[in-house]
């Protein structure tokens, strides 16, 4: 449902989500929710409960919406209230087991042994199978953006465990690229 809103149309249905109007809430839901979905489900692993956090941030999207100055995207202000469920959704159910430092998390893992045959869908499925708490600092990290003390302050952890969170995330990844590449190229054979 890729509906293509230009800017103008897009501060119009704003707008009209302010006055809370059904239509252009429907309309805002539509062409976000592939989008968002995908996102929740990024953090939260079963896709029901990710489509009950993404229904739930939404709720929050026409509630706060006369919260969105304009400053930066609309999308990339619903990421966030998206991100921020899902966390909320992680700690509620107990669900994130962060391991404490005990590995250095300077170590940057070697990809130059992978080709690239492996696809944007394969990457997002490796990191699907990730821990809870590697999958949950990775995503924030890495796709979101957040800096470690931000990541700290969201999750109630150490900049210390954040890091040591994406070492572990990354060589775990590294391995699972290693063996699902060496996995295509015996089946290329």
């Not at 990191?127 to 890495?142: E, S």
């Not at 060589?171 to 290329?188: D, G, M, Y």
Request: glycine share 4%; aromatic share 8%; net charge neutral.
């Amino acid at each position: 449902m890729g509906l293509k809103i230009h800017r103008s149309d897009e501060e119009a249905l704003i707008r009209q989500c302010r006055k809370f109007e059904r239509q252009a809430q429907k309309e805002v839901y539509e062409k976000y929710t592939a989008k968002m979905y995908a996102l929740c489900l990024r953090y939260v692993k079963d896709a029901p409960s990710a489509e009950d956090v993404m229904i739930t941030a939404f709720v929050k999207v026409f509630e706060k919406i006369g919260q969105f100055k304009g400053d930066g995207s609309f999308e990339g202000w619903m990421r966030r209230i998206m991100v921020n469920e899902s966390l909320t959704y992680i700690r509620k159910n107990k669900s994130m087991y962060l391991e404490v430092d005990i590995e250095k998390a300077d170590r940057e893992p070697n990809y130059e042994n992978l080709d690239s045959k492996l696809e944007s869908e394969d990457l997002l499925k490796l990191i699907q199978q990730l821990p809870t708490g590697y999958r949950t600092v990775f995503n924030l990290y890495a796709i979101e953006g957040y800096s470690h003390k931000e990541i700290a302050d969201e999750l109630g952890i150490s900049e210390n465990t954040s890091k040591s969170q994406l070492s572990r995330a990354r060589s775990l990844l590294q391995k699972q690229l290693l063996e699902t590449e060496a996995i295509l190229n015996k089946e290329i054979r």
